[in-house]
């Protein structure tokens, strides 16, 4: 047996209802609500007392928006509940009834905004850890238990905001197509001389398409990343969300990353792939010595985070030892030389002499032009 309960815990209970269950997207019938004070409160409430609670919460000033439906239902007497019988035709007597249903909770901030706010918070260095995780639960607690799962996927939210609208587009459907592990396809940007974005064409002319399988969603230097599986492969893959176009959920289900060569047969870790994947390019990850000036410290530790290995330490030099993306490796060392000496692996260190003596001739040649 429910015990009565008093009325300000009844419209208090609908309320939080409302706000936790409740968007545009989710609705719920009076009969629904009843179910889940049943249900998550131990409450019992008939529909009667749930809209005229309804109503008193749209009297405060709460935005209550719901559908509203006249149906034609028979009197019934109020002593024996029977319904009345027309004399005349023999027919029960009718009478209209207004309907409500699809009762939700407007919010003073959309999704797309809280996520806006979730963004500043990640990316405030200057805000601890645990204040900004505190931060991000009251932020969610302005919206409802569908936001939370939105977000599950967002490991980290870019500093500077952008100017795609499409982007936020593109997330929610990576984020329905990761929870559902099934595989997307769409069309990949880049830009030309009339600096605009362009979907990139095969040699024949034609759009290529692009059919993947999503894993995680991720930002690095302020930019939105996907890291997938391109279907012809069987490696990883990283694409600026923004510059995907045209994105459609397919019916075939992923490949489970497990699968992937790279995998070792274990889940995806985000955080250790975050951290070897400096300028989120996708090639192969190893373990690389390099000698750097003294001064670069603090810039190696940024980049490479705090499991790098020092040794060889003298006044002016020291040597690293990381593990991390080759060809961000690479970058890395062509950005900061000469201050940047890999030492190994061999063929990495070859591919960059190669290559800043490409760099070199580069500028011997335009010189002599000049």
């Known amino acids: 047996m429910y015990e009565k309960q008093p009325k300000k815990i009844l419209i208090l209970n609908i309320l939080d209802i409302l706000r936790k269950y409740t968007d545009e997207d989710h609705r719920l019938s009076q009969k629904e609500i009843s179910d889940i004070l049943r249900d998550k409160y131990d409450m019992k409430a008939d529909r009667k007392a749930i809209r005229r609670n309804l109503l008193n919460l749209m009297d405060c000033g709460y935005d209550i928006e719901y559908s509203e439906t006249i149906r034609n239902v028979p009197v019934r007497d109020k002593e024996t509940g029977e ?20 009762f939700y909770l407007k919010r003073e901030f959309t999704d797309g905004e809280l996520r806006l706010l979730i963004d500043g918070l990640l990316f405030s260095k200057h805000i601890p850890y645990r204040q900004c995780k505190e931060l991000i ?10 936001f939370k799962s939105r977000v599950r996927y ?19 459907i990576l984020d329905e197509a990761i929870n559902k592990k099934r595989k997307v396809s769409f069309e ?23 059919i993947i399988t999503p894993y ?28 995907i176009r045209n994105i459609k959920i397919l019916e075939e289900k992923g490949k489970p990353f497990q699968e992937l060569k790279w995998s ?57 030892t990381a593990k991390t993306n080759e060809r961000a490796m690479q970058q890395f060392a062509k950005n900061f030389a000469p201050d940047v000496e890999v ?20 500028y011997k040649i335009k010189g002599e032009v000049l």
């Open 83 to 102: 319904p009345l019988m027309d004399s005349k035709t023999g027919k029960p007597v009718m009478e209209e009834n207004e309907l409500w249903s699809d």
């Open 137 to 146: 639960e009251k932020l969610e607690s302005l919206s409802n238990i569908y």
């Open 154 to 172: 967002i490991a980290s939210l870019p500093e500077d905001k952008t100017d795609n609208k499409q982007l936020f587009y593109n997330i929610d």
């Open 188 to 210: 990949y940007a880049e830009y030309l001389t009339d600096k605009k974005l362009h979907s990139k064409k095969r040699p024949d002319g034609s759009v290529r398409e692009y």
């Open 216 to 243: 995680q969603m991720a930002a690095k230097e302020g930019k939105y990343y996907l890291i997938c599986n391109y279907d012809k492969y069987d490696d990883i893959s990283n694409y600026r969300i923004d510059r």
């Open 264 to 320: 070792g047969h274990q889940n995806l870790d985000l955080a250790e792939y975050m951290k070897e994947h400096v300028y989120m390019y996708s090639s192969e990850n190893v373990r690389v010595k390099f000698r750097i000036v003294k001064p670069m410290i603090t810039d190696v530790i940024d980049m490479f985070g705090k499991d790098v290995i020092f040794s060889d330490e003298n006044e002016t030099h020291v040597t690293v």
């Open 343 to 362: 030492l190994k692996p061999e063929r990495l260190r070859e591919a960059l002499r190669e290559e800043l003596e490409k760099a070199l001739e580069v």
